[in-house]
C-alpha cells in the first residue's frame, strides 16, 4: 500500500494538499446505483455522492471523466487521470498496480435470470450454457472462478445494459453482477429477476495510481472518515438503496415521451457527433490531398512513406487506434491528452488514409494522355496537374469524399469507448437511467439516419451537378 496512508490526522478536519488543482476521476458510465447520469445531466449514484461530500469535506476541486470502467483503468494505468472510483474491487492484483482507499462499501456478487425464465435457479443448472458478465468487475471474477466446476462459458460485455440484454434476448441464460447495481436493476424494471442469495465478495475502494496523487488518496480516507461519523455516508447509501422508488426513471416511457424528457442529451451527444465529424474532416482533408499526391510522387522514398500510413490506419480497427493514441502514446511520453483531442486525432488521421486513397484514385482515374497532351503543349508538370489532371480528377473524388464523410461521422460512436460523450455515449447513460434500450436505440438511430440521409442527399445533389457541368462544357 502507499507510504501516504499513514499520514491521516483522524483529529484533523482536512489534510495538506494542492486547493488550487483540480483531480481527474474516472468512473463508469452505466453502473446505477453507484454512478449513473440523471435526467439534468449530473453525474449521481453512491460513488459520486460520496466523492462529492468528501470533496467538499476536504475542500479540494475534482472533474468526473466518465469513461466506462475498462477505460478507467486503463486511464489511472497511464497517467491520464489521477484517481477511479467505479465500484472498484479491491483485490490482491490491483494492489500490486494501484494504491487503494480504506473501504468504503462491502459489495458481493449475485445470478440473475431474465424475469419470465422458471428453468433456471441454481448454479447446477448452467452445465453446457452461457453466462453473461461485465468485463472486469467482482462478478465477472466470480462467474470465471466456478465455471470448470459448473460447466458453463462465459461472455464479457463492456457495459451492463449490453448483458442485461444479453439475458433478456436468450443468447446468454444468466448474469453475474455485483449484488447492489443487480438488485437496484431489478427494482427499477431491468427485465431480470435474482434466484440466487448474495455471495461474499470483495470491498469497493478509491484508487490513484502506485506512489502517484497520495495526497488525493489520504484527503479521501480522512474525509471518508469525516462523513461516516457526521452522518452523511449513511444517508447517502440510504438515498440509494433503501427507497421502492426510481430515483431518476422517466416518468412517460411511451417512444415519444423518452424522446420528450431526454431530448437535451440526445442534442448534446447529436452535436458532439457533429463537431467532432467536421473538424476531423477539415484535418483529414488536409492530409488526404498532401497523402494522396504524395501516393503518386515520381519520388519513390515519398511514396512510400505514404503507403506505409495509409496501411497502417486501414489496416488497423479503428477503436484500436483510439485506444492506441488515448492511452499509448501518452504512456509512452508521459504527458496527458484528453479524450476529445485524442478522439480528434483518431478519426482525422484514420479518415485521412482513406482520403489519401480517394485522391490518388481520382487523379489516376484520369486518362493518360491528358497529362501527355499537356506537357507535349510545353506546361510543366505541376502546371500540367494543377490546371489539367486535378480539376477532372476532383469530378470522380467528390462523391467519395462525401460517402467518406458518411463513415466518419458513424465512426464517431466508436469513440465512446474513451469517454467522449457523443450520441452514442448519450443513449448508453439515458438507458443507464431509463432502462429502455430497444426504444432508446430506436431513437438513437433515428437521428444518425436523418444525419446521414441529409449527407446522402448533399452527395446526389453535387454528383448532379458535376454531371451536369460536364454535360455543358
Known amino acids: ?79 491520464q487521470v489521477d484517481a477511479v472510483i467505479a ?13 487503494f482507499s480504506d473501504p468504503y462499501f462491502d459489495s458481493g456478487v449475485v445470478m440473475a435470470v431474465a424475469k419470465d425464465d422458471d428453468k433456471v435457479k441454481s448454479y447446477d443448472d448452467l452445465k453446457g450454457k452461457k453466462v453473461a458478465v461485465k468485463t472486469g468487475t467482482e462478478g465477472a471474477t466470480f462467474a470465471n472462478s466456478v465455471k470448470e466446476k459448473y460447466g458453463f462459458t462465459t461472455v464479457a460485455f463492456d ?88 430515483q431518476t426513471a422517466a416518468k412517460d416511457k411511451t417512444f415519444f415521451g423518452l424522446i420528450k424528457a431526454n431530448y437535451p442529451d440526445l442534442l448534446k451527444g447529436l452535436g458532439m457527433t457533429i463537431l467532432l465529424t467536421a473538424i ?39 477503436i484500436v487506434q483510439a485506444f492506441f493514441i488515448y492511452f499509448g502514446v501518452p504512456t509512452a511520453f508521459d504527458f496527458r ?25 481520382g487523379i489516376q482515374s484520369v486518362d493518360s494522355g491528358q497529362m501527355e497532351a499537356a506537357r507535349s503543349l510545353g506546361l510543366p508538370y505541376k502546371t500540367a496537374m494543377r490546371r489539367v489532371v486535378i480539376p477532372q480528377a476532383i469530378r470522380v473524388m467528390i462523391p467519395s469524399f462525401v460517402n467518406q464523410f458518411v463513415m466518419t461521422l458513424k465512426d464517431t460512436s466508436i469513440l465512446s469507448i474513451i469517454g467522449i460523450y457523443e450520441l452514442t455515449q448519450s443513449g448508453k447513460i439515458i438507458i443507464a437511467r431509463d432502462l429502455e434500450s430497444l426504444k432508446i436505440w430506436l431513437i438513437v438511430g433515428i437521428m444518425y439516419f436523418i444525419v446521414i440521409m441529409c449527407l446522402t442527399k448533399v452527395s446526389d445533389f453535387l454528383e448532379r451537378r458535376m454531371a451536369n457541368g460536364k454535360v455543358k462544357r
Open 1 to 79: 500500500m502507499s507510504k501516504y496512508l499513514g499520514e491521516s490526522n483522524e483529529k484533523s478536519k482536512q489534510v495538506k494538499l494542492d486547493r488550487d488543482k483540480k483531480y481527474a476521476i474516472a468512473t463508469d458510465t452505466t453502473f446505477a446505483p453507484f454512478e449513473f447520469v440523471d435526467k439534468n445531466g449530473d453525474f449521481v449514484g453512491i460513488d459520486m455522492d460520496i466523492v462529492k461530500a468528501i470533496a467538499k469535506d476536504q475542500n479540494f476541486k475534482y472533474e468526473i471523466k466518465s469513461v466506462g470502467f475498462n477505460s478507467a483503468v486503463q486511464a489511472l494505468e497511464s497517467n
Open 280 to 318: 476531423s474532416l477539415a484535418i483529414a482533408s488536409v492530409v488526404g490531398v498532401m497523402f494522396g499526391f504524395m501516393r503518386v510522387s515520381t519520388n519513390p522514398i515519398v511514396r512510400w512513406i505514404s503507403i506505409i500510413y495509409i496501411d497502417i490506419f486501414r489496416g488497423t480497427p479503428l
Open 337 to 361: 491528452l484528453s479524450a476529445f483531442a485524442a478522439g480528434i486525432i483518431t478519426l482525422s488521421l484514420n479518415a485521412g488514409a482513406y482520403m489519401a486513397e480517394i485522391v490518388r484514385g
Open 87 to 99: 465500484g472498484m474491487s479491491i483485490t490482491p492484483e490491483r494492489q500490486a498496480k494501484f494504491d
Open 159 to 246: 457495459d451492463s445494459d449490453s448483458m442485461y440484454n444479453d439475458v433478456k434476448a436468450g443468447n446468454s441464460v444468466v448474469v453475474f453482477d455485483d449484488y447492489p447495481v443487480l438488485a437496484y436493476g431489478v427494482k427499477n424494471g431491468n427485465g431480470l429477476k435474482l434466484v440466487t442469495d448474495k455471495e461474499k465478495g470483495n470491498s469497493y475502494g478509491f484508487a490513484v495510481g502506485k506512489e502517484r496523487n497520495g495526497e488525493l488518496l489520504n484527503a479521501f480516507n480522512t474525509g471518508l472518515k469525516n462523513i461516516k461519523a457526521s452522518g452523511e455516508y449513511q444517508k447517502i447509501q440510504d438515498l440509494y438503496l433503501k427507497t421502492d422508488t426510481p
